[in-house]
Each structure stands twice: as structure tokens, then as C-alpha cells.
């Protein structure tokens, strides 16, 4: 996943990985196919989060699930990571370098600031954890954000996932308001009270305390949003 000069990929092809690489870039995607044309490296002109993958690993002669490895675009980590969570059958683990703050938030713990929907998007998807952080004097130039590594093995969402998760987002619309106002405009202010009492949470209960269990305990409930 975007190789540009090669700096992650040689490594990987000299240790006798076979790589199988998107450069959204045509002039560095020529360029890299070029210098490592005797090696074990397939460079595909794509981007990754709207590449076929199914159908370039078939090209090449390999089944998924395969490990994916990237040093991930800051500006679309995010888009990218809840779209490859979601594909166990192409992925079987996913080690990426992203910005240290969307990391916080994928692996923080309920009730911190960095707990959000986006912790339960990738929460439901795959099991997440922190590696390592990486210093802005690793780079050159330095970049004005720190960075972590994660490692993520995506899996089959649980039963009542899709509604959790529906839920959940509509939980988070405002952090400062209750669970239940934060429903009313959805579900209606009765219907979100008597679903939130009869989940035995109180009625001040914030959506960034409650894990994603709670969120599908919570969803059959509600019901199907509409006052």
C-alpha cells in the first residue's frame, strides 16, 4: 500500500516478502516497478481504498486473507481503516502507521476524551492494539504530528452490530449532552428514556461511558429510529 520510494518496501522484499502494492501515484508506481523489476514486487496504479484487492491478488497467483502493511496518508487513514476492518476475508491483520491521534481514539478505553464512535466503528470490526509510537525526529523532514503503529486483526462483526453501531453514532452526535437527549431527536424523548431505564442505565448516562455491548443491549429497544 502506497510504496512510494521504496523505503518500507525494500526492506520487506530483501527479508523475501511478496509484495503486492496500490501507489496512486503513476510517475512513482513507474518508477519503483522500474528499479525492482527482478524482484518479487507487483505494483498496481491504484488507490487502495477503492481498489479491486480480490482481484489483484488473484492476478498475481495469491489467495486472502494476506497481511496488509502501509505507513497510511494521515487524511485518510481514517476512511481507509473503517473500510479494511470490514474485509476479514482480504485481510488477515493489519499492521499501519497512522497519525497518534486517531490511534488514541481506536484503542482508548470508555469514559476517556479520546473515546468516540470511531473506537467502536474499529472496536466492532477487529481487535486493535497499539505497537509502538513513532517521533517526529524519525522523519525528514519532521512532521508537525506524532505518529503510532497499530496492528488490527479484522473479524466478523457480532450479531446486532449494524444497529449498535447506529445507535451508538447517534449517541455521539453531541459528547456534552445525555444518552437520552442525544436519542430524543432519532427515537423520541419517551421512547429513548424507557429504552435507556430498561437497559439499567441511569438517566444521566453519557454515550462515551458505555462500551459497544452496551450499545447492542440498548439498540433492540429503541427499535427503528422514528418518534
Known amino acids: 500500500m502506497g510504496p512510494g520510494r521504496g523505503a518500507l518496501t525494500r526492506p520487506l522484499l530483501d ?3 511478496r509484495i503486492l502494492a496500490f501507489e496512486i501515484d503513476p510517475v512513482l508506481a513507474a518508477r519503483l516497478s522500474l528499479e525492482l523489476a527482478e524482484r518479487a514486487l ?3 496504479t491504484a488507490d487502495a481504498l477503492h481498489a479491486d484487492v480480490a482481484e489483484s491478488l488473484s492476478r498475481i497467483g495469491s489467495a486472502p486473507p494476506v497481511p496488509f502493511l502501509g505507513n497510511l496518508p494521515y487524511e485518510s487513514a481514517t476512511p481507509m481503516l473503517r473500510a479494511f476492518v470490514r474485509r476479514p476475508d482480504l485481510f488477515s491483520r493489519l499492521v499501519v502507521m497512522i497519525q497518534k491521534e486517531v490511534a488514541d481514539r481506536i484503542v482508548a478505553p470508555p469514559g476517556g476524551d479520546a473515546y468516540g464512535f470511531l473506537t467502536l466503528d474499529v472496536g466492532a470490526h477487529a481487535a486493535a492494539r497499539r505497537l509502538f509510537d513513532v517521533s ?3 522523519f525528514s523532514p519532521p512532521p508537525k504530528v506524532k505518529s503510532s503503529v497499530l496492528e488490527l486483526v479484522p473479524h466478523a462483526a457480532a450479531a ?3 444497529e449498535a453501531l447506529r445507535v451508538a453514532s447517534a449517541g455521539f452526535t ?5 444518552l437520552v437527549n442525544a436519542l430524543t431527536p432519532l427515537w423520541g424523548r419517551e421512547r429513548a428514556a424507557r429504552a435507556v431505564a430498561e437497559t439499567g442505565l441511569p438517566p444521566t448516562t453519557r454515550a462515551e461511558t458505555l462500551s459497544l455491548d452496551v450499545f447492542r443491549a440498548l439498540a433492540p429497544r429503541l427499535g427503528a429510529p422514528g418518534k
Open 160 to 162: 446486532g452490530a449494524d
Open 174 to 178: 453531541s459528547r456534552r449532552k445525555t
Open 42 to 44: 507487483f505494483v498496481e
Open 136 to 138: 517526529r525526529g524519525d
Open 15 to 17: 527479508r523475501g516478502v
